[in-house]
């Protein structure tokens, strides 16, 4: 892959609503301290991991007032209905927030899908994106998947969705984690080859805890490379840290304009990279 620039890259955040007063005090320390790497955003999860839709704008309402950092919204829209994410996208403007990250969210296992037979729902993204943009000029990132989605045929049809919702005017995707920077590149490429001129972020896991990211990264069909399975099998104190800065390292020496990284709400090891890397 040629060298895309030869600029620092631009980083930014994401977190998750806290679920307990002593987490949403920690995250408030963590957030502190990451706003200092001056990100171009940091964003909130939605309903994500089991955690309550709700505690979205309130965790936003907290953060905004502890730092002074653009900061975005997941949105997912399979469980509500249009008329619902009208109201909730107008409380998100209202409340000064200019970044959605639009996603459809996983679909309901237990529950028959719609759950409103009356009611009327977003479909694809795509569609999802456009009325957003309707609705409020909204800054908006979509998701990217470069092992592709654990639902998509192929990872050729996952590409053409992706460019419905970079057609429909999204400003960035944000990938899926990975551990393998070859397949970002790699899916850069087909990305490329398939007409997406949409910048293509990577969001990158610090791997805390090895067991859970492997039950995530199966269900979400990102693959873990064999030689982190040698390597957690006897783990250094600072292996989680070596990884993730390896990454970095060489995501910034193919000349990556942004990197998100999914924080899990802790600023280690992300904070220490962003200083060991100059990233501001
Ligand atoms: P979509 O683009 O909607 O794709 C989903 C499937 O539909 C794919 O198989 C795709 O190929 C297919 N598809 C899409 N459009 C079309 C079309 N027009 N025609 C035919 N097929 C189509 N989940 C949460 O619950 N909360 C969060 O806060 C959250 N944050 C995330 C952040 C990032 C950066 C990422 C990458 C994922 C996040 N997720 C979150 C997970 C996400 O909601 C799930 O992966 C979801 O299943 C897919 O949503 P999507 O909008 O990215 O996918």
């Not at 949403?24 to 990451?34: H, I, P, S, Y």
């Not at 200092?36 to 505690?55: D, E, I, L, Y």
């Not at 977003?122 to 800054?139: G, M, W």
Request: proline content about 8%.
């Amino acid at each position: 892959m040629p060298p895309l620039s030869t600029n620092t890259p631009s980083i930014s955040f994401e977190f998750f609503p806290p679920k307990s007063e002593k987490s949403a005090f920690e995250l408030l320390a963590t957030v502190q301290d990451l706003a200092r790497h001056n990100p171009k955003f940091m964003t909130v999860t939605f309903g994500a991991g089991g955690n309550s839709q709700r505690g979205t704008l309130e965790t936003l309402k907290n953060l905004q007032k502890a730092a002074p950092v653009p900061f975005g919204s997941h949105l997912t829209y399979i469980s509500l209905t249009r008329r619902e994410l009208d109201h909730y996208t107008d409380l998100l403007w209202d409340h000064g927030i200019r970044h959605l990250v639009a996603l459809r969210g996983d679909m309901p296992q237990d529950l028959v899908w719609p759950l409103d037979q009356d009611a009327e729902y977003y479909q694809y993204t795509s569609d999802f994106v456009e009325a957003l943009l309707k609705r409020h000029p909204f800054d908006i990132s979509v998701g990217a998947y470069p092992e592709k989605h654990p639902d998509a045929p192929s990872l050729d049809a996952d590409l053409i969705a992706l460019k419905k919702k970079c057609d429909a005017g999204a400003t960035r995707a944000i990938t899926q984690f990975f551990f393998d920077n070859e397949v970002y590149y790699r899916f850069l490429d087909a990305a490329t080859k398939a007409g997406i001129t949409t910048p293509i972020v990577p969001g990158l896991l610090p791997i805390h805890d090895f067991t859970k990211v492997c039950s995530f990264a199966s269900r979400c069909h990102a693959s873990i490379p064999s030689h982190l399975h040698e390597k957690f099998e006897s783990p250094s104190p600072s292996l989680a840290e070596d990884l993730i800065s390896e990454q970095v390292e060489d995501l910034v020496k193919n000349g990556v304009p942004h990197i998100h990284f999914y924080t899990l709400n802790k600023s280690v090891p992300v904070s220490g990279i962003c200083d060991k890397f100059n990233l501001i």
